[in-house]
T-cell receptor
Framework: AQSVTQLDSHVSVSEGTPVLLRCNYS??????LFWYVQHPNKGLQLLLK??????LVKGINGFEAEFKKSETSFHLTKPSAHMSDAAEYFC???????????FGKGTKLSVKP | EAGVTQSPTHLIKTRGQQATLRCSPI?????VYWYQQALGLGLQFLLW???????NRGNFPPRFSGRQFPNYSSELNVNALELEDSALYLC???????????????FGPGTRLTVL
């Protein structure tokens, strides 16, 4: 069965400093992995997705994630945080042919001025 | 291009009543998914419809049901409402090739259901 574990429930950074949101996955086969962001009182927006074409995936708003099979990790990074990045981030794995997405518990990112 | 739309935005019901939530997918998408985001429980998969058929359901009781119409819009019905059904219900849509693991799901803004 597929699952994801987000290692931090809350991350706080200062504006202009790097962001690292950690995610480990468990899958019996090559997983389909995604990062979604949810701003307060808004729906979910896809940041990026791993499609097995490349291990380093670039997403929107300067975010990227690296798929590391040996570490079963898919951490999300951004070189320089912006105030508008404050939101909740979800690491997600697709439930195989079952269609549904399996969400991590989320990491709330706070950005201090 | 219009995104996924959901109605109503907010819904207030009392225990024991029925709630009906609606979702319109992105044009061209035939798969619709429903998720529940309850406080403390995170985002959980409810139902998946594709081409009018229920393809999969999550670990929810039968009083959570739904359907997909010929125009691919969908309805989620929750019968015999309980206080713990209070949550944000999110609808997502994707293209029809559900055998592809990489089809992303596009989410609507959600319906906030409050059960009193």
């Amino acid at each position: 069965a597929q699952s994801v574990t987000q290692l931090d429930s809350h991350v706080s950074v200062s504006e202009g400093t790097p962001v690292l949101l950690r995610c480990n996955y468990s899958s019996s086969y090559s997983p389909s992995l995604f990062w979604y962001v949810q701003h307060p009182n808004k729906g979910l927006q896809l940041l990026l997705k791993y499609t097995s074409a490349a291990t380093l995936v670039k997403g929107i708003n300067g975010f990227e994630a690296e798929f590391k099979k040996s570490e079963t990790s898919f951490h999300l990074t951004k070189p320089s945080a912006h105030m508008s990045d404050a939101a909740e981030y979800f690491c997600v794995v697709r439930g195989g042919s079952q269609g549904n997405l399996i969400f991590g518990k989320g990491t709330k990112l706070s950005v201090k001025p | 291009e219009a995104g996924v739309t959901q109605s109503p935005t907010h819904l207030i019901k009392t225990r024991g009543q029925q709630a009906t939530l609606r979702c319109s997918p992105i044009s061209g998408h035939t798969s619709v998914y429903w998720y529940q985001q309850a406080l403390g429980l995170g985002l959980q998969f409810l139902l998946w419809y594709d081409e009018g058929e229920e393809r999969n359901r999550g670990n929810f009781p039968p009083r959570f049901s739904g359907r997909q119409f010929p125009n691919y819009s969908s309805e989620l019905n929750v019968n015999a409402l309980e206080l713990e059904d209070s949550a944000l219900y999110l609808c997502a849509s994707s293209s029809s090739d559900y055998t592809s693991s990489y089809n992303e799901q596009f989410f609507g803004p959600g319906t906030r259901l409050t059960v009193l």
